[in-house]
């Protein structure tokens, strides 16, 4: 376990080999305010991971990868997080992975579909009371969003919703 630690890349290039199990930035089991700033990730099967990662913040990142099941974030079992800033893309899976998380904000972000992705965000198990506003979620194949949970979570604030290139596949 490790508390209140900055990962700042100042724009550094990470490159992976798009290695199976591979990641860019592994945020550690129950760890708690961790901050990854200003990095560019490249080709890791997970770009930013946080497994038991709470309130911890994603900020002003370019996370990219084309491993076959990559993403470029994912959040396992986290809660009370921001991503923001951040510009996503996976050539064969999903840009974003929240995966039984909660609590989170995911603002001011662009989704990107790099090669034919089917879907931007996927939202799986129990994961509830995410918020999404002011994102970019640009054209794909699939789904911009989708959210296969058993939670309730709002795709706009109060005042502010997201961008989706039309609106057939919300």
Do not use: H, K, M
Request: aromatic fraction near 10%.
């Amino acid at each position: 376990t490790s508390n209140n630690n900055t990962v700042d890349c100042q724009g550094a290039l990470l490159n992976g080999t798009n290695a199976s199990g591979s990641y860019g930035v592994y945020a550690a089991s129950n760890s708690l305010n961790a901050i990854i700033t200003n990095c560019n990730i490249s080709n890791f099967q997970y770009g930013i991971y946080f497994n038991s990662a709470n309130n911890g913040t994603v900020r002003n990142n370019t996370a990219s990868t084309t491993q076959t099941n990559g993403y470029g974030v994912y959040l396992l079992n986290s809660a009370n997080n921001t991503l923001a800033n951040s510009s996503l893309s996976s050539s064969a899976s999903n840009s974003l992975v929240v995966n039984n998380s909660n609590t989170s904000t995911i603002s001011n972000n662009t989704f990107l579909s790099a090669g034919g992705a089917s879907t931007l965000a996927l939202l799986t198990s129990s994961s509830t009371n995410n918020t999404f506003y002011w994102n970019n979620f640009t054209n794909t194949s699939g789904y911009y969003v989708n959210d296969s949970s058993t939670g309730t979570n709002q795709y706009n604030s109060s005042t502010e919703g997201n961008i989706w290139p039309d609106a057939i596949n919300q």
